[in-house]
């Protein structure tokens, strides 16, 4: 799976990203990403692939009600979600944008957040280019990615499940989020896109949760995985989140339990 293809949330997906993945692997990292941003003092915010608002309600309630945020998504079914989660007078503006070639002028933020995003992008350094061009001088692109998927148990067991149901084609979609986790191949993106000043620090969660099937459906209905699983004539998707709950449950434990997560933040700094 392309990683375009990885990027198109549309229809259910949405639903199910949001109420059984978000508490459980979104919100901690999304606090974590807030707090950073607030200790930046920006004034105009930024945000790249909002998704379902998880890191925008962060966000929103870690900066002063004065800052200016703007909550960008490819997909408006993401954004729908995120849009309702907030009144009418919230200073939020949300608009459908590609990371590729964001609608907005030059250096018009002062800061860029970007929770889980940027592995989807098709062209990593020119989207980081993008990201700097409508960024101020002194301003700061700020961002997260997932670990590898040794450090992420449920994106490993859920990535050989899919392995295991479709031995000859299995779906690809966890080589996306989880493909991006070298160190020194985001710096030299990083630099590729125009950003010299960049630092990281490796994030470690241990998550309870408390139902592993409930967080299951989400693993399988919460990402474009799903169109290929109901595409087959011969697997059935509740098989495969069966599957993947009884594999977290016999690694970590019946619910409630922890579950171990591992992501790095990077701060570039446009100069």
């Known amino acids: 799976m392309s990683s375009l293809a990885a990027a198109q949330f549309t229809g259910d997906i949405p639903r199910f990203y949001d109420q059984h993945l978000g508490p459980v692997i979104f919100e901690p990292y999304a606090a974590d990403l807030a707090r950073r941003a607030a200790a930046l003092k920006p004034s105009a915010v930024l945000e790249i692939a909002g998704g379902t608002g998880v890191s925008t309600v962060a966000l929103r309630a870690a900066l002063p009600a004065a800052a200016r945020i703007v909550a960008t998504d490819l997909n408006q079914a993401m954004l729908d979600i995120s849009q309702a989660k907030f009144g009418a007078t919230t200073n939020i503006e949300f608009r459908q944008a590609d990371a590729m070639a964001l609608p907005f002028e030059n250096e018009a933020f002062d800061l860029i957040a970007i929770q889980f995003g940027v592995m ?38 859920a990535n050989a499940t899919a392995i295991k149901f479709f031995p000859e084609n299995p779906p690809k979609f966890y080589l996306v989020p989880f493909g991006y986790a070298d160190n020194q191949q985001v710096y030299a993106d990083l630099k590729a896109g125009g950003f010299s000043e960049v630092s990281h620090e490796v994030v470690r969660v241990a998550q309870t949760t408390q ?27 509740d098989d495969m989140v069966d599957a993947i709950a009884a594999q977290i449950e016999a690694r970590l434990g019946p619910a409630p339990a922890k579950l171990p997560l591992e992501a790095t933040v990077y701060a570039a700094r446009k100069t």
């Open 120 to 157: 989807f992008f098709p062209d990593r350094p020119a989207a980081y280019a993008e990201a700097r061009r409508v960024l101020k001088r002194g301003g700061t692109l700020l961002f997260n990615v997932w670990g590898a998927m040794a450090a992420n148990a449920f994106a490993e067991i």
């Open 211 to 237: 139902d592993w099937r409930h967080f299951a459906q989400g693993l399988i209905y919460g990402n474009p995985m799903i169109a290929d699983i109901q595409a087959s004539k011969t697997v059935k998707a």
